[in-house]
């Protein structure tokens, strides 16, 4: 503990700036054939405007600390990889509909406020098991999202483009523009929840549920606003906030600042970063990166973590142990969450940390079928995230949030769910560049069940 102890301190006693990082190990980074390159490209993209600004970070700061009390509940969710030419009206309307059914679901059920972050505007990098990747014996640099090389397997397309850093801002961006556009003008109007339908759902179970809910909620607000005599403007729009991992340091870097009346410094990329599970080596560049940035930040947590290792990492990124500064995004696996998560809660409610906890019930729940298709079962997501629930209540501890990779498109990538995909629907409409995520009737499905725990 001592030998932990002083590793702390060491870190915290090192002088931080937003290029410190590059003094630590940083893994998980493309090698650019062209260092002047890609000088003038993150030169270029901190000259730009920011994405966020840092009254929105602090404001989810704040609505982050009442999840963490059990007074609000974190929905964070969207796709595991955002592509560059998918920047397109329909495919972000799609996405930001499900984020607001399911968030409604849960608001229905616990009248609690619903803190919605889309992992959205930046979800452009992805860690990967190998540098490499072969093929017929040609081995060519791995896909690592579209913010660092292209997909397809070719030399020049797997080449890493720091160009593609100002594209994937420029989309960003885009999205950014539109979602706060949808936002301003209405579209979350509870007045008007048809604009939420996705048509290809329309006649799903689950999709009637809701706008059954949804059409008692709008009869409710016609009284009272009837007996008003005016209207309730919180009825009228909600707030998105976006979130990506902080994976790509230079990108990250090239975007932190001060801000005027303000102290400190602020990733302006996104509100909500997160650091991996890959990443967060105590010792590591992305620990260094992020533990001097003011933005509240989420850390991805396995199995393989100790109770000690966490608690040292949540003290090194918020040593003044401030509210609303860490969630913790457990991601351990239905088979191991009953072994692995009560000692990490139980380390950190003796440490005194200040956190929220979040359940990622995907990630550890991730096999592959024997044609090689990356897959996850439904059914173990459905487990891992009842445990998560029994886990925290039987430990006095609180769950106030939950990760999802999931998205509004017709997709068949996760087996199971209402209508039963199974291994041989995948290749139907499998269209995901990384990780497998919920479609719409699995997502609304994991929607109603959350409403059912929150209301236990």
């Known amino acids: 503990m001592d030998k932990r102890h002083d590793q702390v301190q060491e870190i915290l006693g090192r002088a931080w700036a937003p290029d410190s990082w590059q003094q630590q190990t940083a893994v998980q980074q493309p090698e650019y054939p062209d260092a002047a390159a890609v000088a003038s490209a993150v030169e270029r993209l901190s000259q730009l405007p920011p994405l966020v600004i840092s009254w929105e970070i602090e404001s989810l700061k704040e609505q982050l600390v009442r999840a963490s009390r059990g007074e609000a509940f974190l929905l964070q969710g969207g796709d595991c990889s955002e592509r560059i ?3 397109q009206t329909d495919a972000i309307v799609r996405n930001l509909k499900v984020l607001i059914q399911m968030s409604f679901v849960l608001t229905y059920a616990s009248n609690k406020r619903v803190i919605r972050v889309g992992r959205i505007a930046g979800q452009y990098a992805k860690p990967r098991s190998s540098a490499t990747e072969t093929r017929d014996g040609v081995t060519l640099p791995v896909y690592r999202g579209d913010i660092v090389n292209r997909s397809s397997f070719t030399s020049e397309d797997r080449q890493p483009d720091p160009e593609l850093l100002i594209r994937g801002y420029e989309r960003a961006a885009l999205t950014l523009n539109f979602i706060r556009s949808l936002i301003g003008g209405g579209f ?12 290809f759902a329309r006649d799903t179970p689950r999709a009637q549920q809701f706008h059954d809910m949804v059409h008692s909620i709008a009869n409710s607000l016609q009284f009272m606003e009837s007996i008003l005599d005016r209207s309730i403007a919180s009825s009228t729009s909600v707030d998105i906030y976006t979130s990506h ?7 990250e870097q090239a975007q932190t600042q001060r801000v005027p009346r303000r102290d400190g410094w602020y990733n302006l990329n ?3 970063p997160w650091i991996g ?7 590591g560049a992305h620990v ?3 533990r001097g940035i003011e933005n509240p930040i989420g850390i991805k947590v396995d199995g393989k973590i100790s109770g000690e290792e966490l ?4 003290k090194v990124l918020n040593p003044s142990n ?7 995004i457990h991601r351990l696996g239905a088979l191991e969450i009953e072994d692995r998560l009560p000692g990490l809660v139980s380390a950190i409610q003796k440490s005194g940390q200040d956190v929220l906890w979040c359940s990622d019930p995907m990630h550890g729940n991730t096999f592959q079928t024997d044609e090689g298709t990356k897959t996850r079962s439904f059914d173990a997501i459905v487990e891992e995230l009842k445990k998560a629930f029994q886990i925290h209540r039987r430990m006095d501890s609180v769950l106030g949030g939950v990760h999802l990779e999931l998205t509004g498109d017709n997709v068949t990538e996760c087996v199971g769910g209402a209508r039963g995909l199974k291994e041989s629907d995948l290749s139907r409409a499998y269209k995901s560049a990384v990780d497998p995520r919920l479609n719409y009737d699995q997502a609304m499905e994991i929607a109603f069940l959350i409403a059912d725990e929150m209301s236990a």
Do not use: K, M, Q
């Not at 608690?311 to 949540?314: I, K, P, R």
């Not at 401030?322 to 913790?328: A, V």
């Open 270 to 272: 996104a509100h909500f």
């Open 245 to 251: 991992e902080g994976l790509h340091l230079i990108y």
């Open 288 to 290: 260094e990166f992020f």
């Open 322 to 328: 401030e509210p609303g500064r860490i969630t913790l």
């Open 277 to 283: 599970n890959r990443t967060r080596s105590l010792d």
């Open 311 to 314: 608690v040292a990492l949540v």
């Open 188 to 199: 979350a109007d509870l007045h008007h929840p048809e604009n939420w339908d996705l048509e």
């Open 85 to 87: 030419e998918e920047c």
